[in-house]
């Protein structure tokens, strides 16, 4: 059985203040005739497939669009609602297009759906989980023990009717600890809304949502498939692509990866103003592509961004890297540091290394070390 896993269209999002409503018009195009010429058996969607929880009238019309293509092509399709979706407006008429083979995740009530999907070889048992609040478990579990967004996906997967000879895969939009992030991703401070992947144990796959970079957290079978299209250009160097989970059997399973290509790519160009407007060091590239000029003039170039967009037409953003910006940089980051006690950080260095907050008994144990070696 072969499943294409996507996430994170974020459709209708603005970047820079440019729409990417044709760029991801194009980029679901592409999804689609991969789609046709592949035939996998379905696509799951993992969350955030707009970018609000109000999604404008554009983002809602690509929506709809990929679906009807997917309806065309009789293409069963399971998607659950992400942070960035109203989780009510997300399952609204969900009824009436399960008819086609499309089921789209309806508001958390305690119960979690599940599907069977067979190919006459391999049964394998979809479950979809939207994205949840510790509060909404909470709510709908009062007797349970519900501190924090990894105990809300423990309770919800609990209730889960799991068979152990079916291979069980769960599409779920969490930000599981361990994970790499992008600059285009809603992060919570300190990883309060980190869950650990230990939940999962119980799933043969476990499709992530949520973050947008593309990788596998502790198993191979774990997974964040990324985005469709870079949303930052944190993700400049990152390979857009459809992630093919081939499932042959319980414990059988294979990852690959189908690359995308957008209509326009992320790039960032750096060098001297005289330098990006060389004939000779542009000519060969695609500067129809959303960029980041980084100047290194060390005097700033008058009216430099409408220059470079007589070359450049969608430059998003402008920097420079000069001695002077230099000094700035590491001037702003002594003064930041000096102005931090040894404990603050001790848990700045802590949350990078774990993506969650130190407890208040770390914290205090942190603190007596440092008093012990500082001899205070």
């Known amino acids: ?191 309060l809304d980190n869950v650990d992947a230990s939940v999962f144990d119980g799933f043969d796959y476990v499709a992530l949502g949520h973050l947008h970079g593309k990788q596998k957290i502790g198993r191979d079978t774990v997974r964040y498939c990324g985005t469709p299209l870079k949303y930052s250009f944190s993700e400049k160097d990152h390979q857009k692509s459809i992630t093919v989970v081939t499932i042959e059997g319980k414990g059988q399973i294979r990852i690959d990866e189908i690359p995308l290509t957008p209509l326009h790519d992320l790039r960032e160009i750096k060098g001297t103003y005289e330098a990006l407007t060389a004939k000779e060091n542009y000519e060969n590239t695609r500067t129809d592509d959303y960029i980041h000029a980084v100047l290194t003039d060390e005097n700033d170039v008058v009216d430099a961004a409408a220059k470079l967009r007589v070359v450049y037409p969608n430059l998003m953003k402008l920097t420079y890297d000069n001695k002077r910006t230099r000094e700035q940089r590491e001037v702003t980051e002594i003064e930041e540091l000096e102005a931090k006690s040894p404990i603050d950080l001790f848990e700045e260095f802590y949350e990078k290394q774990n993506n969650a907050a130190m407890s208040e008994e770390q914290k205090a144990f942190a603190v007596s070390c440092i008093a012990s070696v500082w001899g205070s």
């Open 1 to 191: 059985m072969k499943l294409f896993h996507l996430s994170d269209l974020h459709l209708g999002k603005r970047l820079n203040e440019f729409s990417l409503i044709e760029d991801q018009a194009y980029i679901l195009h592409e999804i689609t005739d991969i789609i046709r010429e592949e035939k996998p058996d379905a696509v799951l969607i993992a969350g955030d497939v707009y970018d609000r929880t109000v999604p404008s009238e554009d983002a809602m019309k690509l929506w709809d669009d990929f679906l009807i293509r997917m309806a065309e092509l009789k293409m069963p399709v399971f998607a659950i609602s992400g942070n960035h979706d109203s989780a009510v407006r997300f399952s609204d008429h969900g009824a009436l297009v399960g008819a086609t083979g499309i089921r789209l995740s309806r508001v958390y009530d305690g119960t979690a759906e599940s599907y069977l999907l067979s190919d006459g070889d391999v049964n394998v048992r979809i479950h979809l989980l939207p994205f949840l609040k510790p509060a909404v478990v909470k709510a709908l579990f009062p007797e349970e023990e519900i501190n924090d967004y990894t105990d809300a996906c423990r309770v919800a997967i609990s209730r889960m009717a799991l068979d152990p000879k079916e291979v069980n895969l769960l599409i779920a939009h969490q930000f599981v600890t361990g994970a790499t992030t992008c600059d285009s991703e809603e992060i919570v401070v300190g990883g």
